[in-house]
């Protein structure tokens, strides 16, 4: 038996084990992310949102109409109630009340903002998003330690 053939096999395998532990370390132990919520991401997941249509018109049948082409009409409207309470308790809800946030909304010549700011902003993001109604609405939320 050659012991050396041993040896270097034993060698090979210690060195192929440290490297795999150093590896994994690195993997697991490396920059972690602190949690905090994304505005980008949310602002996503709130404009996948689909109400229907009597929330803002009458005799709408089994329509459904996007988030931001509801906050259109309502703004257009001058209504603003019932989607500055909608979207106040979408975002409550997706950020668990530890953070604050405020969110602005522009269509053509009205705008509203509602939230609970303060601390200092974590995310920001901002969005053009055309509406049915023709125009587009300017979403922008900032999102607070």
């Not at 060698?11 to 602190?34: H, K, N, R, W, Y």
């Not at 009458?58 to 109409?65: C, P, Q, T, V, Y």
Request: aromatic share 8%; charged share 20%.
């Amino acid at each position: 038996m050659n012991r050396r053939g041993m040896v270097a096999t034993l060698d090979a395998m210690i060195f192929v084990t440290v490297l795999a532990v150093v590896s994994m370390t690195l993997f697991f132990a490396g920059p972690q992310e602190d949690g905090s919520p994304d505005a980008s991401e949310i602002c996503d997941s709130v404009s996948s949102i689909t109400l229907p249509a009597d929330c803002v018109a009458e005799d709408s049948g089994n329509m459904r109409l996007n988030i931001w082409d509801i906050a259109a009409v309502s703004m257009e409207e001058g209504d603003t109630e019932f989607i500055d309470g909608y979207l106040e308790d979408v975002l409550d809800d997706m950020l668990t009340g530890r953070y604050g946030y405020e969110m602005t909304l522009i269509y053509e010549d009205s705008e509203i903002s509602f939230g609970r700011g303060g601390g200092a902003p974590l995310s920001e993001c901002s969005r053009e998003i055309s509406v049915l109604g023709g125009g587009t609405v300017s979403v922008r939320l900032t999102i607070y330690a």
